[in-house]
């Protein structure tokens, strides 16, 4: 999956001293720094400014995700844009490679099930060689047979690794348990089956029929200024179709039983992933599943890894999206001997009575390594979209830390006893290691 996975990982960066844009736009004590928003030919933009940075980064968010597809297409939008690596119209078989590679930008492309995101990041100065490059891949990409064979082969390779790899897959074990005929169920990336069968007539239906300038947002961050950022916008992307898409929040997700996906295999590490869903980014309990997931994630490595050295990775995941995940993972020998401290270390975030100032210490530790860890462009660009897709307004952005720090001790209690008892497993591994424990 897309989504990056790790003890309280999402795809969000927090800046620590943004400012937001009421009305006219506002500017930083220094003058460096601006936020701001607008339409460029029906496409919106979002741009953080940041006049004291050298570097650059372009995020293009082509919203619906896994919505736009079906099991048969899915992976479609990442092999048409991996297509457009092999060749556009200004830049024909490898010179676009060749273009982008003297600029020194790094290209990213990250399916999801909510959107894909299609970007680059690099130094300023070379933004509109790069944008060049860039634009021409989504508004012009050649989708030759060619060109979508080296293509399919790519993703082909990268979906062998994510489906035959323990860690990997596990983890879309677990989200088929969770997301039984829902979108997420979905992978974004595509699976063997979809990518072998989509045609280049498949790809050139689909560009005419979804990249349109209203299934997209643009976030810019770093040094460049509105006005250039709006011509490179208007004769490139702006000259796309507007269309009639409009963003909505995915339906809820499905309500099950708990249940288990199993996965035999005759090996020595077992893989154990426990998933549940969390509130919508758009509560207030959102704030308190993420707390109470990372707590759940310190619990889980003090009592399977410091103190029984059953693992070496007990942690609980959390992934970013408009239906937030969080869970319980731990590869180990002795699956039998962790699932019971899993559970017990959930049972008793729902019954604990936190300490308020513990808590609060806590949350400050948590908000300090995750500014640290996401204070780049690309991340804050990331965040500037998470926070206009999720909670309708990018200005709330700058919020994060303070929605964190009012998260009290019974709201953990509360999501924990709400959201983390409805629980779906996936296991790889020895089954008969788990005996009498399903």
Known sequence: MSARWAPICCAAAIPLLWTGAGGPAQRSAAADTLTIAYEVAGLRVIQRINRTSAVVAVRLYLLGGTRQVTERTAGIEALLLKTSEYGTTQFPDAAARRAMARTGCVVFLEPGVDWTVFGFAGLARDLATAWRVFADRVVHPSLAEVAVAQARGKLLTRARTRYSNPDERIRILATAALFQDHPYGLDPEGTEASLAVLTAGDLQAYARDQLVTSRMLLVVAGNAERAQVESLVATTLGQLPQGAYRWTLPPPAPELKTH??????????????????????????????????????????????????????????????????????????????????????????????????????????????????????????????????????YRLAGDFVKRLRSVRPEEIRAVARDYMRHIQYAYLGDTLRMHGHW
């Not at 009592?303 to 970013?320: N, W």
């Open 260 to 393: 288990w996906l199993v996965e035999h295999r005759a090996i020595p590490t077992n893989y154990l992933l426990a998933y549940f869903t969390g509130p919508p980014p758009t509560s207030r309990g959102y704030w308190a599943f993420r707390v109470a997931t990372a707590l759940l994630s310190s619990e889980l490595r003090r009592s399977v890894r410091a103190e029984r050295s059953l693992s070496y990775a007990a942690f609980a995941p959390f992934i970013d999206q408009a239906i937030p995940v969080g869970g319980a993972y731990a590869s180990t020998p002795q699956p039998q001997q962790v699932l019971p401290l899993m559970l017990h270390a959930i049972e008793s975030l729902a019954q604990s009575d936190l300490d308020y100032f513990a808590l609060s210490r806590f949350v400050d530790g948590f908000t300090f390594d995750y500014l640290t860890d996401n204070s780049s462009a690309a991340d804050q660009a990331e965040f500037l979209a998470r926070a206009e897709l999720y909670l309708g307004n």
